[in-house]
């Protein structure tokens, strides 16, 4: 007995897992963890690790690069602990797939809104951005890049770019350009992955913002004059969280309209902030005869597309935060200020009244204000005469979520219900869905940013603009194209859009071709078109809102439409002697 009992070898002791796999993944990249707080054996364990590629590893938290882009990955770990005999496996599914980038219609032009962060990547460091933009292995911008080559946006609003100022007086628009021309030549004519393509854009706008640039008061009441929060809009130095409008198509320079010197108190019905405990003004009247609406600016930006005009309406408003709190009505009848969170408000209303003609009638422009002597205008020209427009950029506001004020009737509302703007598809992703903050739970595929809220817009109008797709460039976890996903603290919004004839362009179409019609019965006797492919045509035609093929860039390309005059000035480049546009 005793000798068949040492002949019997003890095998370890196999027991219902109790120890579980996790993971953080990136595309490829993918970072395991077990968990075996509930694991039976104690120290030393060792693990072994299969990874379904034929790859092994022994480490506790191995990091791994999947080499194939689109597979799945059955993945398995066993734990030992030799001390008690015990060893236990568990395993999991690990997929790995790639984006799925929408394909643009042939008929329509993409125009994408994307907040960079490069202020931020750049430190916040007056002059550091201009420097880094010379660097083309700064990997902040090859990111930013990479999202733009994969996207391939016709117009590009593109925000948190600084600007250089001379002093808080003088904008340095040559400088500011360069630094725009940096940025395409190092990052955008540069492909900056497997797959990419280079990218250029041969029409340029920027013009100053007021992001930096000093009041002279104490705005922010913290017994210091000249700080960030002092400014016109928040920021460490003039130039600061600036802007940029890049497009492939002909900028109409002569009609370009910027509001950067607008007053606040200028505006109708302005939620100017109120001292809810004396019911004074928050702000002093000598404040409030110096400080203007915009954050940065807002720019009504009139691009070519064939023969038709675009407006892009470009600002980028204040966030509603970084104040006192949110204030649930106008005035507040809480202890709360909440001065950010009107001026939100008032900045993105400002473009709802420009679009709307009984409106905007207080509306002037930088010309009329410098043409007035730096002051109030007395006969305010107002808003926009046009119908075709795309209002675009970060808003900072959710139409739920978030701090927007008053919180009843978040200001992107007046947008989003309007029948001037086209909300038929709402830029969505699967990534937001998945990675954005659980705070909010409200519409999570459409967010724009990791935080949790909608911020980020672009929305054409009703009239002269259809739209054939719309998205958030968020990729999944699982996606290859995952690790641009921490490019910026925004994601690139998306939509596409055909350019079809105004309202009151379709009498005109309409008659036109019942002439045409008329003209076909007569020279066509055999009927050889009616009820066929010419009257298919026609009548589609007529139902789809009268769509009209937009011109590529190159056809509409029109360098004797970028003057040279006044206040505006253009730069050579080189693709075209018209490639930059700028004001003085």
């Known amino acids: 007995m005793k000798l068949l009992l040492a ?56 990091n791994i690069t999947f080499s194939e882009k689109e597979a799945v990955y059955d993945v398995e770990c066993t734990v030992t602990s030799a001390a008690d005999n015990v060893t236990e496996s568990d395993s999991t599914s690990v997929e790995v797939a790639h984006y799925e980038y929408v394909t643009k219609d042939a008929n329509s032009i993409r125009v994408a809104q994307f907040n960079s962060g490069l202020s931020d990547q750049a430190g916040r460091v007056e002059g550091e951005l ?16 990479d999202v733009i080559q994969k996207n391939r946006p016709d117009i590009l609003s593109l925000q948190e770019f600084d600007h250089v100022w001379v002093d808080n007086d003088t904008w340095d628009g040559d400088a500011t350009m360069q630094m725009v021309q940096d940025f395409q030549d190092n990052f955008l004519a540069v492909s900056q992955a497997d797959g990419n393509e280079a990218i250029d854009y041969p029409y340029v706008y920027v013009a100053p913002c007021n992001t930096g640039v000093q009041t002279g008061f104490d705005l ?11 400014a016109h809009g928040y920021g460490d130095f003039p130039g600061a969280f600036s802007m940029v409008l890049l497009s492939m198509y002909p900028i109409d320079t002569q009609n370009i309209r910027t509001f950067q010197h607008f007053l606040w108190k200028d505006m ?18 000598d404040e409030l005869n110096v400080l203007r609406l915009s954050s940065k600016s807002h720019w009504d930006i009139p691009v070519t597309v064939g023969e038709d005009v675009i407006h892009i309406l470009q600002s980028h408003p204040t966030p509603p935060v970084f104040d006192d709190g949110t204030a649930a009505e106008y005035p507040p009848k809480e202890d709360i200020v909440d001065w950010n969170g009107w001026k939100n408000n008032n900045e993105i209303r400002f473009w709802t009244d420009y679009i709307n003609e009984e409106k905007s009638t207080y509306i002037y ?53 309007s029948d001037s703007t086209d909300t038929s598809m709402t830029p969505t992703s699967k990534g937001g869905l998945e990675q954005a903050n659980v705070q909010y739970q409200n519409n999570r595929e459409t967010k724009t940013a990791p935080w949790g809220l909608r911020a980020d ?53 309409m008659a036109w071709t019942l002439m045409f019609k008329i003209a076909a019965s007569v020279s066509c006797p055999q009927n050889k078109y009616r009820g066929h492919s010419r009257w298919a045509v026609c009548e589609r035609y007529l139902q789809r809102g009268s769509r009209r093929a937009s011109r590529s860039a190159a056809e509409a390309s029109n360098p004797d439409k970028v003057a040279k005059f006044s206040i505006w000035y253009v730069l050579p480049c080189r693709t075209s002697p018209s490639r930059m546009v700028s004001q003085v």
């Open 220 to 230: 922010d009441k913290n017994g210091n004059i000249g700080d960030a929060g002092d």
């Open 268 to 285: 109708q019905d302005a939620y100017l902030p109120v001292d809810p405990a004396t019911g004074d003004m928050y702000y002093t009247e």
């Open 457 to 509: 817009y672009v929305l054409p109008s009703t009239d002269g603009l259809e739209i054939s797709a719309a998205y958030v460039h968020w990729p999944e976890r699982k996606d290859v194209e995952a690790y641009l996903n921490d490019a910026s603290d925004h994601m690139m919004v998306v939509v596409d859009a055909a350019v079809v004839p105004v309202s009151s362009a379709i009498p005109i179409l």
């Open 7 to 62: 002949a019997i070898t003890v095998l370890p002791t196999l027991v219902r897992s109790s120890i579980d796999i996790a993971y953080e993944q990136t595309g490829v990249e993918v970072k395991f963890y077990v968990n075996t707080s509930n694991f039976a054996g104690t120290s030393p364990l060792t693990y072994q690790w299969s990874f379904g590629d034929g790859e092994t590893s022994e480490e506790q938290q191995p």
């Open 365 to 417: 422009d930088d010309k009329e204000w410098m043409a007035a002597g730096n002051t109030t205008p007395p006969e305010p020209s107002g808003g926009l005469k046009d119908k075709r427009f795309i209002i675009i950029g970060d808003q900072n506001c959710d139409p739920v979520d978030g701090d927007a004020s008053p919180s009843t009737a978040s200001p992107i509302n007046g947008f989003l219900n």
């Open 130 to 145: 201009q420097k880094q933009l010379k660097d083309p292995s700064w990997v902040a911008a090859q990111k930013i890049a």
